[in-house]
């Protein structure tokens, strides 16, 4: 389980393998290139970086929703991203729910720069969206778009940030991945934020080896990628319907036996891993879908025998 703490003006994030990770070091007042200070000016009563910070926290904490971590590692995360310039960001979270996670991208956002665009997109309407967006102090130019998951009608390359909040259960979570990147600008950031979604999160590996990952729980993570890092291939291949079919009967005949070596399983997570990569590649949903499934199969009984 990881942990997320503030010390030394410094927000560092602690993996459970001991791996402390500073996310945003308040101290490092050269590297703020944005409008909102670091620290306190002697005379001046003006909001700081680590007091917007940590009052989300509290705030959080009083709401009592049990998003503490997830919420205030993805405001860290987020405040890292906007000290790098002063100009206005454009971001858009995929799939805002109830508006839980909108509420502290909009304080982010606001806070850094009002002129900042965030547009929360869903398939529905929520009337509790506009309950917590109302909670904000600081909002930027703010719109809700309902559209359908996998082809919002929003304009290509347009936004520098995408959170895509995986408290929604995409049927379709690679269709969500690739229009997020066709959403996103060639050198835009992508935030997935992983809650018991295991086949988001799969997949957003599957496009993203180079990525940051953050544990919060096993079930829960917050996973970060460059756009111009996606793996996405558009080579098709030839006979991948009989070798994708092949190698999940191998699999399951793996998953079946009693007694099986790591090394058989190993060998088999990689060559699904291929046979996922060409399936993405031949834009066969279909076969991923089952291959990412197959997958999570045998990693989850290669961690038994481990």
Request: proline share 3%; hydrophobic share 40%; glycine share 6%.
């Given at each position: 389980?990881?942990?997320?703490?503030?010390?030394?003006?410094?927000?560092?994030?602690?993996?459970?393998?001991?791996?402390?990770?500073?996310?945003?070091?308040?101290?490092?007042?050269?590297?703020?290139?944005?409008?909102?200070?670091?620290?306190?000016?002697?005379?001046?009563?003006?909001?700081?970086?680590?007091?917007l910070l940590?009052?989300?926290?509290?705030?959080?904490?009083?709401?009592?929703?049990?998003?503490?971590?997830?919420a205030v590692?993805?405001?860290?995360?987020?405040?890292?991203?906007?000290?790098?310039?002063?100009?206005?960001?454009?971001?858009?979270?995929?799939?805002?729910?109830?508006?839980?996670?909108?509420?502290?991208?909009?304080?982010?956002?606001?806070?850094?720069?009002?002129?900042?665009?965030?547009?929360?997109?869903?398939?529905?309407?929520?009337?509790?969206?506009?309950?917590?967006?109302?909670?904000?102090?600081?909002?930027?130019?703010?719109?809700?778009?309902?559209?359908?998951?996998?082809?919002?009608?929003?304009?290509?390359?347009?936004?520098?940030?995408i959170v895509?909040?995986?408290?929604?259960?995409?049927?379709?979570?690679?269709?969500?991945?690739?229009?997020?990147?066709?959403?996103?600008?060639?050198?835009?950031?992508?935030?997935?934020?992983?809650?018991?979604?295991?086949?988001?999160?799969?997949?957003?590996?599957?496009?993203?080896?180079?990525?940051?990952?953050?544990?919060?729980?096993?079930?829960?993570?917050?996973?970060?990628?460059?756009?111009?890092?996606?793996?996405?291939?558009?080579?098709?291949?030839?006979?991948?319907?009989?070798?994708?079919?092949?190698?999940?009967?191998?699999?399951?005949?793996?998953?079946?036996?009693?007694?099986?070596?790591?090394?058989?399983?190993?060998?088999?997570?990689?060559?699904?891993?291929?046979?996922?990569?060409?399936?993405?590649?031949?834009?066969?949903?279909?076969?991923?879908?089952?291959?990412?499934?197959?997958?999570?199969?045998?990693?989850?009984?290669?961690?038994?025998?481990?």
């Amino acid at each position: 389980m990881g942990n997320l703490f503030y010390n030394n003006s410094k927000f560092i994030y602690s993996g459970r393998d001991g791996d402390d990770r500073v996310l945003l070091d308040c101290s490092d007042y050269l590297s703020n290139k944005s409008r909102v200070s670091m620290h306190r000016v002697p005379g001046m009563d003006c909001l700081i970086i680590p007091d917007l910070l940590l009052g989300l926290l509290e705030k959080e904490k009083l709401n009592g929703e049990g998003l503490e971590f997830p919420a205030v590692l993805m405001d860290v995360l987020l405040a890292a991203q906007l000290i790098k310039s002063p100009r206005p960001v454009k971001l858009l979270e995929y799939g805002s729910m109830k508006g839980k996670i909108s509420f502290h991208l909009a304080e982010v956002l606001g806070a850094f720069n009002e002129e900042s665009v965030l547009v929360c997109a869903y398939d529905t309407i929520e009337p509790e969206w506009m309950e917590h967006i109302a909670q904000s102090e600081h909002l930027p130019k703010l719109s809700f778009f309902a559209g359908d998951f996998g082809q919002l009608k929003l304009s290509e390359r347009y936004f520098d940030i995408i959170v895509i909040n995986g408290q929604v259960n995409y049927m379709y979570p690679e269709d969500v991945i690739t229009d997020a990147l066709r959403l996103v600008s060639e050198d835009g950031i992508l935030i997935c934020y992983s809650e018991y979604s295991y086949l988001l999160e799969s997949t957003f590996k599957l496009y993203f080896e180079k990525r940051e990952e953050y544990e919060i729980i096993p079930s829960q993570k917050i996973l970060l990628a460059n756009a111009r890092d996606s793996g996405w291939q558009t080579e098709a291949e030839p006979d991948l319907d009989a070798r994708v079919q092949s190698d999940i009967e191998k699999a399951e005949a793996l998953l079946s036996e009693n007694h099986v070596h790591e090394g058989e399983l190993t060998e088999m997570t990689d060559r699904l891993r291929r046979d996922i990569y060409a399936a993405a590649a031949s834009g066969r949903n279909d076969l991923k879908i089952r291959l990412i499934e197959c997958k999570e199969n045998i990693i989850e009984l290669l961690g038994l025998t481990g």
